[in-house]
């Protein structure tokens, strides 16, 4: 099943597409995060199957992030139908997958994803510091939620924001104030 969420802001909408269990409590804590909810208009669809519903604006360009916690048990041909079709208006979608087994399918989904996003992140065992993996499966899915979360923060401004306007000033050159 797939969760579809559209967070629209300042005329810019933002989509959230999330399947599987993790996927799914991820997707929840964006929906959630104050980032989102703050002068935002959030409409939320439960997909059966993986035909996702036209829910998207036709006529504009979108941002899609996409996150997968069950690739094994999906059948992603809809989805990625889908964003292909999006992508050829101008669209730009990101996938993270979080894999729970490395088998025959999963490695089959994860092609096919590469074939029709942007942007294919694979989230597996994490490090930190000194190369020791992650031991307990908790510690890995809270840094797991909290990349999920930052990145659709970033996804999010950057769809969002305008930056026609931002006066930068060019590198080497810096404003003292006297």
């Not at 409590?25 to 997909?47: A, C, D, P, V, W």
């Amino acid at each position: 099943m797939l969760h579809f969420s559209k967070i629209s802001a300042q005329g810019k909408d933002f989509n959230l597409i999330a399947s599987g269990a993790l996927a799914f409590k991820i997707h929840n804590k964006i929906l959630k995060e104050e980032t989102f909810q703050h002068g935002s208009k959030i409409q939320r669809n439960m997909l059966l199957g993986s035909a996702p519903a036209r829910a998207v604006n036709a006529n504009r360009r979108n941002v899609f992030y996409v996150i997968l916690s069950d690739l094994d048990k999906m059948n992603i041909e809809a989805l990625c139908s889908m964003i292909t079709q999006e992508r050829a208006k101008g669209s730009y979608a990101v996938c993270q997958v979080i894999p729970a087994y490395y088998n025959e399918p999963s490695f089959k989904a994860l092609k096919t994803l590469r074939q029709n996003f942007d942007e294919v992140i694979e989230l597996s065992k994490f490090n930190l510091g000194n190369s020791k993996a992650l031991i307990s499966a908790e510690q890995q899915q809270c840094l797991i939620t909290d990349y999920s979360l930052s990145m659709a923060r970033i996804m999010f401004h950057v769809c969002v924001k305008d930056f026609a306007g931002y006066n930068a000033q060019p590198v080497g050159q810096l404003a003292y104030a006297s």
